[in-house]
């Protein structure tokens, strides 16, 4: 997963670095900048991020590259200091754990929904046969992922009914992780 994260980076890095006259621009409004950051330079950061595993580490790289990226928009030079949840407001963006576990919940939403015989719906619930090594056994996506449902206080069952209904659906993943306009 890391490699994939680092691949991730430097790809949206590369994004980035093709749209400089964009971000040196006068012309642009602040808001026509960030709008081409969130629907040119994120989708290619976060492309598959909904099946990684959420490590504090990972977030860190990933909010890390936001936040320089976002800085340079705003054209924040280092002297001048501004802290990480005041660059947020300022920019309306959502901190990355909350964007990647909003695309994970509408990913799971989306495999719900598919007919039981589906290779997806099957991989959600697919328990591996034969014996695992030695030691505590290693947290993983669906570790992770089933810990959230108990969390939130439900069971996987009542995950399977709710995806029928969208509106349910929304409603849940909108109090797991809500959405830029209200957040404080």
């Not at 749209?19 to 330079?41: G, Q």
């Not at 030079?77 to 309306?92: A, F, G, V």
């Not at 007919?115 to 991989?123: D, E, L």
């Not at 810990?147 to 069952?157: F, I, N, P, S, Y």
Request: charge should be positive; charged fraction near 30%.
């Amino acid at each position: 997963m890391d490699a994939d994260v680092r691949v991730r980076i430097g790809k949206a890095r590369a994004a980035f670095k093709q749209l400089k006259n964009v971000w040196k621009a006068s012309k642009l409004t602040k808001n026509t900048k960030l709008r081409l950051f969130n629907t040119t330079v994120k989708p290619v950061l976060l492309y598959g991020a909904e099946t990684w595993r959420t490590t504090l580490s990972t977030m860190n790289r990933l909010q890390t590259f936001i936040n320089g990226c976002l800085r340079i928009i705003l054209k924040i030079k280092w002297p001048e200091k501004i802290s990480n949840q005041e660059l947020r407001q300022q920019t309306r963006q959502m901190p990355v754990e909350q964007e990647i576990l909003r695309r994970l919940w509408g990913w799971v939403e989306h495999t719900l929904r598919k007919p039981g015989c589906s290779t997806t719906r099957r991989a959600l619930t697919w328990h591996p046969q034969g014996k695992r090594k030695r030691g505590r056994p290693r947290n993983t996506w669906r570790r992770d992922l089933e810990a959230d449902t108990k969390r939130l206080g439900h069971t996987w069952k009542q995950l399977e009914s709710l995806a029928g209904d969208r509106d349910a659906w929304r409603t849940l993943v909108g109090d797991l992780c809500p959405t830029r306009g209200s957040q404080a």
